[in-house]
Antibody
Framework: EVQLLESGGDLVQPGGSLRLSCAAS????????MSWVRQAPGKGLEWVSVISGSGDSTYYTDSVKGRFTISRDNSKNKLYLQMNSLRAEDTAVYYC??????????????WGQGTMVTVSS | EIVLTQSPDFQSVTPKGKVTITCRAS??????LHWYQQKPDQSPKLLIK???QSISGVPPRFSGSGSGTDFTLTINSLEAEDAATYYCHQSSNLPDTFGGGTKVEIK
């Protein structure tokens, strides 16, 4: 069964850091680009970042550029999101999502259950 | 950035009724438009890919149409389990963007 399992969400103070992880199973992890998508409480979906299957290419939404870093370890089937200089507006459920095909621009066919990040003093 | 405008924001429909949700893109995105269903406290689920392509395991009452800038998700013969929020998503250009969502309620 194809599965994604996020972890690492927590309550953190403004300006703090957090590292999210996403463990993948049931598919050839290195063959697919992976994204992070977030959802603020009671709000819609917002794409955050994507990384290619090889890890060579990464892209970010403007609001997190310079603060967040996406990475992956294909030997461990894991995706990561390092979040620095966190702000209140980063408070959200963070989902990892698998792209349907190999490129970075495709539908998301598998989503994790999400991990909650709360930025508050 | 490509803006996706979904309408309506909310729709209340009786069981066995029909739901039509539209998604308009701010520029031509070809067929790179996908639809998701999100039930309360659950993660999104892919319903339709590339405008009109069906997804294995998704009931046939869900269908999509459109290309270019105008797209439609149709739910025929609505069932109680279809109560959810529906989102469109474009993967034509980075950054990926989502529509604001349409909440469907069963009367």
């Amino acid at each position: 069964e194809v599965q994604l399992l996020e972890s690492g969400g927590d309550l953190v103070q403004p300006g703090g850091s957090l590292r999210l992880s996403c463990a993948a199973s049931g598919f050839t992890f290195s063959s697919n680009a992976m994204s992070w998508v977030r959802q603020a409480p009671g709000k819609g979906l917002e794409w955050v970042s994507v990384i290619s299957g090889s890890g060579d290419s990464t892209y970010y939404t403007d609001s997190v550029k310079g603060r967040f870093t996406i990475s992956r370890d294909n030997s461990k089937n894991k995706l990561y999101l390092q979040m620095n200089s966190l702000r209140a507006e980063d408070t959200a459920v963070y989902y990892c999502a698998k792209t349907l095909y190999g490129g970075v621009l495709h539908a998301f066919d598998i989503w994790g259950q999400g991990t909650m990040v709360t930025v508050s003093s | 950035e490509i803006v996706l405008t979904q309408s309506p924001d909310f729709q209340s429909v009786t069981p066995k009724g029909k739901v039509t949700i539209t998604c308009r893109a701010s520029q031509n995105i070809g067929s790179s438009l996908h639809w998701y269903q999100q039930k309360p406290d659950q993660s999104p689920k892919l319903l339709i890919k590339y405008g009109s392509q069906s997804i294995s395991g998704v009931p046939p009452r869900f269908s999509g149409s459109g290309s270019g800038t105008d797209f439609t998700l149709t739910i025929n013969s609505l069932e109680a389990e279809d109560a959810a929020t529906y989102y469109c998503h474009q993967s034509s250009n980075l950054p990926d963007t989502f529509g604001g969502g349409t909440k469907v309620e069963i009367k």
